[in-house]
């Protein structure tokens, strides 16, 4: 089940809101300029489909995501619990980095955890399947795919180096909650 949770970041314990209402979610995101929507597959996509199979199921809406913002690439990523570079592939993003382009993922399975640093505040968004995240350039974050990760997602791009992170050197990614087996959508 997708989730907000939003903290002050001196207080990692304590969430100023929880929420696992999407249009909620959407609105609090939004304020920060984040885009959270969902969206539905027009035809039924089969555990281990082609990644042509699943872009088929979603071709309108991606069509209408690359129109309005000019992505030029987009692709299909898929990681299994018993892959053996997971522990490598979770540990990449998950100390505090940014980007120089929107980060644009939509789950088609499974579940991942986006956590991101906005104006002493930090919002904690868990991921799971219909969910589609934008998150602004320069937002400074953090992505945690679990321990046993599981999920299938379009990614979005407009430049080949504008997905690699920059990262801010600070601790507060590792202050605040991981993401656990059983959370999400598996």
């Given at each position: ?165 920059h990262f801010t050197g600070t ?16």
């Open positions: 089940m997708s989730r907000l949770r939003i903290f002050a970041e001196e207080h990692p314990d304590e969430a100023l809101l929880a929420t696992t209402d999407r249009d909620a979610m959407a609105a609090e995101l939004a304020k920060i300029g984040v885009a959270f929507e969902q969206w539905q597959a027009t035809q039924p996509v089969a555990p281990g489909a082609a990644p042509e199979q699943v872009m088929a199921a979603y071709r309108a809406d991606i069509d209408r995501l690359v129109a309005q913002r000019g992505f030029r690439s987009v692709d299909v990523v898929s990681i299994a619990p018993d892959n053996p570079q997971r522990e490598a592939m979770r540990a990449k993003f998950l100390d505090e980095h940014f980007h120089k382009e929107d980060e644009v993922r939509f789950f088609v399975a499974g579940s991942g955890l986006f956590t991101l640093h906005v104006d002493g505040r930090v919002y904690e968004v868990l991921c799971t399947r219909g969910d589609l995240i934008a998150v602004p350039d320069s937002t400074k974050h953090w992505f945690d795919m679990g321990p046993e990760p599981s999920f299938v997602a379009i990614r979005f791009f407009t430049e080949p180096d504008g997905w690699v992170g601790d507060i990614a590792q202050r605040f909650p991981r993401l656990e087996p059983g959370q999400g959508d598996r």
